[in-house]
T-cell receptor, first 120, second 110 residues
Framework: NAGVMQNPRHLVRRRGQEARLRCSPM?????VYWYRQLPEEGLKFMVY????????ESGMPKERFSAEFPKEGPSILRIQQVVRGDSAAYFC??????????????????FGPGTRLTVL | QQQVKQSPQSLIVQKGGISIINCAYE??????FPWYQQFPGKGPALLIA?????SEKKEGRFTISFNKSAKQFSLHIMDSQPGDSATYFC?????????FGTGTSLTVIP
């Protein structure tokens, strides 16, 4: 059972170009989360998606950033017209369908290896 | 604002010593508190987690202590080993929302 897969692992872009980061969740997982990690900082939530739906994008910058999780294929985080400040590690996490109940009211996340974006 | 405050930012411990990392939160809706371990170049991986109905959980050399009234929880690594050198993140969870601390870089000196 393969874990969460992200590609590319490393991505170099020049200012003004577009960056596309892909995330394939674990088999059977229908929830995907994207996080950004800047050097010496923690994980910053960006967006939470289910298949074909954006559930929460409160952590996503209002401009240049977008995310999708189509019915078929991986989740995509797209950054248009990249700037140097976008250089960071971007992590994707997936989780199974959330179930609440007496013993479980949380949803464990499994992280991918990340994509390290460098903007020149 | 930062939902979860984590300290210290970095920690150096001698081999065999105890490493202690602390986290604090404000939102009483949080009902799950996991710790993640991240090695350089890798994604975070779940290490140990606790629910607020217990005050302590132990798994091998790793223990979480939870103080519900103080809204604080901590990770203790007993008999710390060089292989434990990594960045540790605490998190607080409510439903599908995860809030992470800023991380603690742990170095265990042989």
């Amino acid at each position: 059972n393969a874990g969460v897969m992200q590609n590319p692992r490393h991505l170099v872009r020049r200012r003004g170009q577009e960056a596309r980061l892909r995330c394939s969740p674990m088999k059977g997982h229908s929830h995907v989360y994207w996080y950004r990690q800047l050097p010496e900082e923690g994980l910053k939530f960006m967006v939470y998606l289910q298949k074909e739906n954006i559930i929460d994008e409160s952590g996503m910058p209002k401009e240049r950033f977008s995310a999708e999780f189509p019915k078929e294929g991986p989740s995509i985080l797209r950054i248009q017209q990249v700037v140097r400040g976008d250089s960071a590690a971007y992590f994707c996490a997936s989780s199974p369908l959330w179930t609440s109940g007496k013993t479980s009211s949380y949803n464990e996340q499994f992280f991918g290896p990340g994509t390290r974006l460098t903007v020149l | 604002q930062q939902q979860v405050k984590q300290s210290p930012q970095s920690l150096i411990v001698q081999k065999g010593g105890i490493s202690i990392i602390n986290c604090a939160y404000e939102n009483t809706a949080f009902d799950y508190f996991p710790w993640y371990q991240q090695f350089p170049g890798k994604g975070p991986a779940l290490l140990i987690a606790i629910r607020p109905d217990v005050s302590e959980k132990k798994e091998g050399r790793f223990t979480i202590s939870f103080n519900k009234s103080a809204k604080q929880f901590s990770l203790h690594i007993m008999d710390s080993q060089p292989g434990d050198s990594a960045t540790y993140f605490c998190a607080a969870v409510s439903g599908n929302q995860f809030y992470f601390g800023t991380g603690t870089s742990l170095t265990v000196i042989p």
